[in-house]
Each structure stands twice: as structure tokens, then as C-alpha cells.
């Protein structure tokens, strides 16, 4: 299966050494997003993919481009316009501190000013046999969302598989309407087959009413599927213990359901984590795996992502199924 992606290229600028931005003069520049990161994964594990994004026409936009393409994920859609880069500063925590995120520039980046009639989307879609939006487009700027709903349009026609991430962020949605954002997925979802959220974005976001009774969570989320005709939902969820953390994974159809056992988290770096289950996901529902066996392997990819420095979970098949026939093993020769 040839798997595309529209979605922001970001410039991820990491202080060395845990340290905070105040105790450095050096910063390590990465090339990241969440279809930089889905698709650098699925690439590892041996799929075609391919971006739709906008970058600078200068040497960030060269150096950005470059990076995907070391990725394995193909630039041919990657067109190159404007001047700015959206990015951010990524203090990674440490104990008690939690990693800190400071986003600059992401509405005037060249991605954030450009509209449908900037990409070649038909084209784009004849390479593809899914595709993947994320939800920070419709809520970026009017451009973003103009042209996220464009794809999936276009893609519902050609019946490409839409996979839809509602990675919904309050801090990127302040100066925008909650109504009108709620409007937007509302409009979008009607054309997709996969969504991964949670159940906070269902009643959040969308305002589904949830009973506290046994079973609901799981009654909501078959409630939104049959409501939008989806395949599958995903999600992870998280569980934290005296000092431990844990995190589970979950697929939800009309008809069935699987939710791993937790699973016992080491965090080196946890951003990106999420975009390496849904690559796992991804990688089942191309290969037509059991739910079983498809979370089972994502949330194991999602674990060894906690494990990385960076965004891009670089995991490959062999070294997920090694950690599922063997946990324990610390030691490979």
C-alpha cells in the first residue's frame, strides 16, 4: 500500500544534554511533523510513501527536503515557495520537569500561507492509496483548512482511504472560534475511513455526551463510527502509577474491539510517540493484520519511540517483532 501525507515540515530546535534554553548556546535542528514522522516510520517498515507539504524556496526549504528524502519518503509533491519555516524549541524534561514546546512562526510559514490551488492534489492522489490529514490543519490557518478539506474530497471520490488524526492542540486554537473549529471536523469527517482520537476529543471537541456508566466510553466511540460509516478508531491511552508510566492501545470498529494490556513506559523523548502508533496502525491495516495483532504491534513501536531522541520514530519491523518475542532482552549480538 503507497501511503501520502499532508501535513507541516517543522524545524525542531533541541537544546543538548537536557539542558533548558537559558543554559545553552548550542541547538540540534531536526526536520520533523507528524507526516514527516508518520511517514519516515512507515518507510522504515518498507512501505512507499510520499509528502504534500510546502516548504521555503531557499536552503531551509533544500535542507528540510533533503531530510525527508533521508527518511526514505518521496519529495515529488513537496513544492517549495515563500520564505518561512514553521518551527520549535523543544527543552526535553527530565524527573519531575516535563519537556517543554515552544511553537514560532507556524502561521506565516510557507505550508501555513498556502491554499489548495498551490498543489497539484489530483496528481498527488494518483501515487497514494491512503492518505493521512492531520487535524492541526483545519485549525492552522484558513489556507491549511481549505486545502485539508480539498484533499479528502478528492481522495473520497478516487476512493482513496482517508486516515484522519484529530490531534486537536488548545494552544494553536486560541485565536480561533471553538464553534467554528467544531464545524470544521464535523465537515471533514464525513469523508474519512480512519480516525485516531480519543474519547476527551469526542466530547470536548464535538460535544458527545458521555454517561458514567460501565461500558460507555466504548458505546460513544461505536455511537461515532456508525454516525461517520468508519472502519476503524484509534487511540492511546495513558495511565500513570505512584511514578511509573503506562500506556495502552486501542482499535475500535462498528462491530469489535481491542485494547492492549499497558504497557510500562521509559521516556527518553516522548514527542512523536503518538505518530509511532498510528504508523504501527497504519502498517496493520495495510498488511490487513487481526486488531489484535496490529495494536499489539503499535503500542510496541510507541513504546520503543519513547525510547529515541528526536521526532521520527526510525523503528524498523524486525526490531518491533524482537521486543514482542522477547521484552526482557536488553542485549543484542
Given at each position: 500500500m503507497r501511503i501520502g501525507a499532508y501535513g507541516e515540515v517543522m524545524m525542531r530546535l533541541t537544546p543538548p544534554e537536557y539542558r533548558t534554553l537559558e543554559q545553552t548556546h548550542s541547538l540540534r535542528m531536526d526536520f520533523t511533523g507528524t507526516g514527516v514522522n508518520l511517514l519516515g516510520n512507515l518507510a522504515h517498515f518498507g512501505l512507499t510513501t510520499s509528502m504534500l507539504t510546502q516548504v521555503p524556496a531557499n536552503r531551509l526549504g533544500d535542507t528540510a527536503k533533503a531530510s525527508l528524502r533521508s527518511y526514505g519518503i518521496q519529495t515529488a509533491f513537496v513544492g517549495k515557495k515563500y520564505s518561512h519555516i514553521g518551527s520549535y524549541f523543544a527543552e526535553i524534561g527530565y524527573g519531575a520537569r516535563p519537556t517543554y514546546v515552544t511553537y514560532q512562526?507556524?502561521?506565516?510559514?510557507?505550508?501555513?500561507?498556502?491554499?489548495?490551488?498551490?498543489?497539484?492534489?489530483?496528481?498527488?492522489?494518483?501515487?497514494?492509496?491512503?492518505?493521512?490529514?492531520?487535524?492541526?490543519?483545519?485549525?492552522?490557518?484558513?489556507?491549511?483548512?481549505?486545502?485539508?478539506?480539498?484533499?479528502?474530497?478528492?481522495?473520497h471520490v478516487k476512493q482513496i482511504r482517508v486516515c484522519f488524526d484529530f490531534n486537536f492542540r488548545p494552544?494553536?486554537?486560541?485565536?480561533?472560534?471553538?464553534?467554528?473549529?467544531?464545524?470544521?471536523?464535523?465537515?471533514?469527517?464525513?469523508?474519512?475511513?480512519?480516525v485516531f482520537g480519543s474519547v476527551r476529543d469526542l466530547e470536548e471537541l464535538l460535544a458527545y455526551p458521555l454517561e458514567e456508566t460501565e461500558?460507555?466510553?466504548?458505546?460513544?466511540?461505536?455511537?461515532?463510527?456508525?454516525?461517520?460509516?468508519?472502519?476503524?478508531?484509534?487511540?492511546?491511552?495513558r495511565l500513570a502509577v505512584e511514578d511509573k508510566q503506562f500506556i495502552s492501545g486501542r482499535i475500535i470498529t462498528a462491530q469489535d474491539a481491542y485494547e492492549t494490556?499497558?504497557?510500562?513506559?521509559?521516556?527518553?523523548?516522548?514527542?512523536?510517540?503518538?505518530?509511532?502508533?498510528?504508523?504501527?496502525?497504519?502498517?496493520?491495516?495495510?498488511?490487513?493484520?487481526?486488531?489484535?495483532?496490529?495494536?499489539?504491534?503499535?503500542?510496541?513501536?510507541?513504546?520503543?519511540?519513547?525510547?529515541?531522541?528526536?521526532?521520527?520514530?526510525?523503528?524498523?519491523?524486525?526490531?518491533?517483532?524482537?521486543?514482542?518475542?522477547?521484552?526482557?532482552?536488553?542485549?543484542?549480538?
Open positions: 512562526n507556524r502561521h506565516h510559514s510557507s505550508f501555513g500561507v498556502s491554499g489548495p490551488e498551490e498543489y497539484a492534489i489530483d496528481g498527488f492522489l494518483e501515487t497514494v492509496d491512503l492518505i493521512h490529514i492531520c487535524g492541526i490543519s483545519l485549525s492552522l490557518t484558513e489556507k491549511t483548512w481549505k486545502t485539508a478539506l480539498a484533499l479528502a474530497k478528492q481522495a494552544s494553536l486554537n486560541e485565536e480561533l472560534n471553538r464553534e467554528v473549529l467544531k464545524q470544521r471536523y464535523e465537515t471533514i469527517l464525513p469523508y474519512c475511513d480512519l461500558g460507555a466510553e466504548l458505546a460513544l466511540i461505536q455511537s461515532f463510527i456508525d454516525q461517520y460509516q468508519l472502519e476503524w478508531f484509534c487511540g492511546t491511552r494490556a499497558p504497557q510500562l513506559l521509559q521516556v527518553l523523548d516522548r514527542i512523536g510517540a503518538g505518530d509511532a502508533y498510528a504508523a504501527g496502525v497504519l502498517l496493520g491495516y495495510a498488511e490487513k493484520w487481526s486488531l489484535q495483532r496490529t495494536a499489539d504491534f503499535a503500542i510496541t513501536n510507541a513504546v520503543l519511540a519513547h525510547t529515541m531522541l528526536g521526532d521520527v520514530p526510525l523503528t524498523t519491523k524486525e526490531q518491533v517483532e524482537q521486543v514482542l518475542r522477547a521484552p526482557g532482552k536488553d542485549l543484542i549480538r
